[in-house]
């Protein structure tokens, strides 16, 4: 027997705190009748339905790294109907992506059911390391790499860059390709970077999370990580 929350949040529907939300407010069935109460426990083979949908009991862990391609939502559905990372990998499992890549950014993410992991993956506390290429328009200057090097402040929060290095300098175009690496997950984080050095970014893609990169992925393709890779990846913790 397991606790209500607890079998709805492993399921992957939901956050174990959304879960206890809706148990309270009424929207789960365990088997056809309504439970508002938090401890209630079920066995396997109840049927819990959260908001009239019957939620998947096998919990069978599933883990995947894809290759975003641009024009891609980095979500499991999208209500103007573009594609959402989703569609690229064949599972019948209710996976979903950890973390977010823009709809123009491109590389890796990783999707899973195992919501212990992602909540690891995206604590800030665990500093994973997200690696980038940005290509940005101009050349980066002395007082620019000083500020990348000492921190820049976001909404009066610092985001600590690991590492950088500038791969290309075009002077003619004037455009410039630079890998960056920070541990943080805020939205558009590198954009709003460069941005503060009024260098935008024209162009970008994750290349690594963790010890994980791209490699042997194109765009759209994606893979399982194996055991080994998850255990890794739980050991970051
Ligand atoms: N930073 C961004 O600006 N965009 C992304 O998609 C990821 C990190």
Known sequence: MERLQKVIAASGVTS?????????SGKVRVNGNVVKELGTKVA????????G??????????????????????SVSDDKDRP???????TDKR????????????????LTNDGELANI?????????????AKIEGILNKDDVDRLKSGILID???????RFKIKEKNYEKSTSLIEITIVEGRNHIVKRLFEELRKPVIRLTRVGIAFLTTEGLKSGEYRELSIKEVKKLYSLK
Do not use: Q
Not at 84 to 90: A, E, G, L, P, Q
Not at 95 to 110: A, E
């Open 44 to 51: 396997g083979d109840d049927i819990v339905e959260v908001d």
């Open 156 to 162: 009066d929060r610092k985001v600590n860059v690991v």
């Open 16 to 24: 174990r705190r959304k879960a206890e939300e809706l148990i309270i």
């Open 95 to 110: 996976i979903y992506p950890v973390g977010r890549l823009d709809y123009d950014t491109t590389g890796l993410v990783i």
């Open 121 to 133: 993956l995206m604590h800030p506390s665990n500093n994973i390391e997200k690696t980038y290429i």
């Open 84 to 90: 959402v990372v989703i569609d690229y990998i064949n």
């Open 53 to 74: 949908a019957t939620i998947s009991r096998d919990n069978a862990k599933v883990y995947f790294l894809l290759n975003k391609p641009r024009g891609v939502i980095t």
